[in-house]
């Protein structure tokens, strides 16, 4: 079956006001620049974000927060933007911090079809805040709910036309998982080759769980923070 799509701005036509969108990455590494880009031009709005962190002024996940088309996110990190801060202070953004093992668990829940699960972290924090608590051997479990999506925005490295994909390094990060847990798996690659280059064994998402794909353009890759020896 072959699942390629012109662009991303083809990909995102038919996403709606209000929809909840998992996009991959950590910190600013494999994230879907492309997709970002062309959800911000559409002008998609009231959005719930389920993401790692929200980017950084002026890219990633930020250029949606500057045109104030997310109504909340759900994240584990997000100290690294400066408008993301403001807007929660004003009121103008909802947020939802979690453990980021615990967020990790929670997408691979949502992906395998698993209700939920009891962890101990977060026992005695306000992140517990109306959550089920149970206890084994004396120690506490915190239950937590999966979390699904809508539409999941993944990047990788290489993919064929029937969907099928291969990260890069730590580029891999929350893709394959996020790549399981929505209805409508959109992923954008830097390389698209034909169905049967790539390596069987080398494959990190099979094409079962890719509804579209397509072969992105212009990666700025930014450095979130560069660092280097005086």
């Known amino acids: 079956m072959n699942k390629v799509i012109g662009d991303a701005y083809q990909a995102v036509l038919d996403i709606p006001d209000g929809a909840t969108i998992m996009m991959g990455g950590f910190g600013?590494?494999?994230i879907p620049e492309n997709l970002i880009q062309a959800l911000r031009d559409k002008g998609t709005r009231n959005l719930t974000v389920i993401s790692n962190n929200a980017g950084i002024d002026n890219f990633g996940i930020g250029i949606l927060l500057e045109e104030r088309q997310v109504n909340k996110m759900i994240a584990t990190y997000v100290g690294?933007?400066?408008?993301?801060?403001?807007?929660?202070?004003?009121g103008e953004l909802q947020v939802e911090l979690c453990p980021q093992g615990t967020f990790a668990e929670r997408i691979r829940a949502g992906g395998a079809g698993i209700g939920g699960?009891?962890?101990?972290?977060?026992?005695?924090?306000?992140?517990?805040?109306?959550?089920?608590?149970?206890?084994?051997?004396?120690?506490?479990?915190?239950l937590e709910l999966p979390l699904q999506a809508d539409f999941?925005?993944?990047?990788?490295?290489?993919?064929?036309?029937?969907?099928?994909?291969?990260?890069?390094?730590?580029?891999?990060?929350?893709?394959?998982?996020?790549?399981?847990?929505a209805k409508v798996t959109i992923a954008e690659v830097e390389s698209l080759v034909e169905p049967g280059e790539l390596d069987p064994d080398t494959i990190h998402t099979p094409g079962i769980y890719v509804h579209r794909i397509f072969e992105g353009i212009d990666y700025e890759k930014r450095i979130e923070r560069r660092r280097v020896r005086s």
């Open 152 to 181: 999941s925005f993944v990047k990788a490295y290489w993919g064929d036309h029937a969907g099928n994909l291969v990260y890069r390094k730590t580029a891999r990060n929350f893709n394959p998982l996020m790549a399981t847990a």
């Open 117 to 142: 699960f009891f962890t101990p972290t977060g026992y005695g924090t306000i992140v517990v805040k109306g959550k089920e608590i149970r206890s084994w051997g004396g120690k506490h479990y915190v």
């Open 80 to 90: 690294e933007n400066r408008l993301f801060e403001e807007l929660v202070l004003k």
């Open 28 to 30: 600013l590494c494999g």
